[in-house]
């Protein structure tokens, strides 16, 4: 009963060590916003539009968190938006493409752009902006989904999870000779 007791004391410390830290989305505001930061917004999207893959997980939160503070971010009810999605419902991936690029250019972190020009490349079997734009999504969405995968004979589908909303993205095997 005595070692019991000693085990539990002894592993009690640890659970607090394993606990994720709240956020301070006051401090997250305050480092986008200042220009000598390391955290700050434009340094940020410049390492995010060119190598999304070399954020490390606290410049991926501060830009997740950081949208919310941004004033030039695209609203789903813009003009502009509401002609992309029209573009993709109707299956006009040449024009996804180029109004994809011209939202992407003004906000960068915007989920519904970065999808939309995702399955325009897929459509269009441009393997290099695909694979520039997935890391940017993974970046984006690892913050609060988990993930899973499930391998399929050609290819693998990764399911991101959190709550009810699933997001299914299929990475397919090519191959390619270069």
């Known amino acids: ?19 994720k830290t709240k956020l301070d989305l006051k401090s997250i505001e305050k480092n986008l916003s200042n220009s000598g930061s390391p955290y700050n917004y434009e340094k940020l999207i410049f390492k995010f539009k060119g190598l999304p893959k070399s954020l490390d997980s606290i410049e991926a939160q501060h830009l997740y968190y950081g949208r919310n503070f941004i004033k030039d971010k695209v609203s789903q009810t813009g003009e502009e ?9 109707n299956n006009n991936f040449a024009d996804c493409i180029r109004l994809g690029k011209i939202l992407y250019a003004k906000d960068p972190t915007n989920l ?10 897929d459509q269009t079997k441009d393997v290099s902006n695909f694979s520039h734009h997935i890391a ?3 970046m ?26 699933k997001i299914y993205i299929k990475v397919l095997y090519l191959d390619l000779i270069f």
Not at 112 to 121: G, M, P, Q, S
Request: no cysteine; proline share 1%.
């Open 1 to 19: 009963m005595n070692y019991r007791i000693l085990f539990f004391l002894l592993i009690l410390p640890f659970f607090g060590f394993s606990q």
């Open 81 to 89: 938006f509401k002609s992309l999605a029209e573009a993709f419902k």
């Open 112 to 121: 519904d752009v970065i999808l939309i020009l995702l399955r325009a490349y």
């Open 136 to 138: 940017q999504l993974v």
């Open 140 to 165: 984006n969405i690892g913050q609060d989904y988990t993930r899973g995968s499930k391998t399929l004979k050609d290819g693998v589908i990764d399911v991101w999870e959190k709550g009810d909303n």
